[in-house]
């Protein structure tokens, strides 16, 4: 059981790069450090808002409308977070 919790955690750790990794990139193309004519930074962000729009959709259903601030990606690390620590909490029930 503890391999299961142990992959979760890898699973909870990948999802939480991919996001701070979405943020980042938006955040550089959005101030015209990085531009989407470049092929490398357009495949890294079209495979990013693929995995990640999906998750992004449903938690943007139960939030406010604030005009142009998206806080899904906000809400997604948090959410991923309290996951890592409610399983990190409760790793010796399940060992």
């Known amino acids: 059981m503890l391999s299961l919790i142990q992959i979760l955690l890898l699973v909870l750790s ?4 991919l996001v701070i990794a979405h ?7 959005n101030f015209q450090v990085l531009s989407l004519g470049s092929p490398i930074v357009a495949s890294i962000w ?4 693929r995995l990640l729009e999906p998750a992004y959709q449903r938690i943007r259903q ?3 409308d604030l005009g142009g601030i ?11 977070y309290a996951l890592r620590i ?3 909490n409760n790793m010796m029930a399940f060992v």
């Open 14 to 17: 990948v999802a939480q790069f």
């Open 23 to 29: 943020i980042i990139l938006s955040w550089l193309i």
């Open 46 to 49: 079209d495979g990013l808002n």
């Open 62 to 64: 139960f939030l406010p």
């Open 70 to 80: 998206d806080l899904a990606p906000l809400v997604a690390l948090l959410a991923i």
């Open 86 to 88: 409610i399983i990190i």
